[in-house]
């Protein structure tokens, strides 16, 4: 609500509750009862609108202390892991019915996908020759170093 300078006839239209918020000044005006304190001006009863800053301050601090420590969290994280993060916490809701034994099998079931796509990986690696001819680099290194006189016969 803003207060304003009033006239007479302005001051004379006010009910008698807004009456009590006005003093005559010597110029026959109506200026609001404020009074000086260490901020400044201020009106009387501001109270409440203090204490409702000072929660909206917490509130804030909270929320910017929040934001970053989701921030740095999230620092670094690819946009397809964050894309994924509902699929997770639908996951982890599943899993909170899970029984140990299940939690373990589903455990034992990842371990075994990793090596079986490790083996596989170095499956082809061999049937393509990676491995052969990495066994064949360093015998040709080998054998230069001996020629060479580094490595005795």
Request: aromatic share 8%; charged share 40%.
């Amino acid at each position: 609500m803003v207060l304003k300078i009033l006239s007479e006839d302005d001051y004379n239209g006010l009910n008698d509750v807004l009456k009590a918020e006005y003093v005559k000044g010597e110029d026959d005006r109506y200026y609001p009862d404020v009074e000086a304190d260490d901020s400044g001006w201020a009106f009387e009863n501001v109270g409440n609108l203090r204490s409702t800053m000072a929660e909206e301050r917490r509130r804030r601090e909270k929320w910017e202390a929040d934001y970053k420590a989701l921030e740095k969290t999230l620092s670094g994280a690819k946009p397809e892991d964050i894309q994924s993060l509902p699929q997770l916490k639908r996951k982890i809701k599943e899993m909170e019915n899970w029984t140990p034994d299940d939690k373990v099998q589903v455990r034992i079931d990842e371990l075994k996908a990793t090596y079986d796509e490790k083996l596989r990986r170095s499956q082809r690696e061999f049937d393509t020759g990676g491995a052969n001819s990495r066994r064949a680099d360093q015998a040709a290194r080998y054998e230069d170093q001996r020629l060479q006189g580094c490595w005795p016969s």
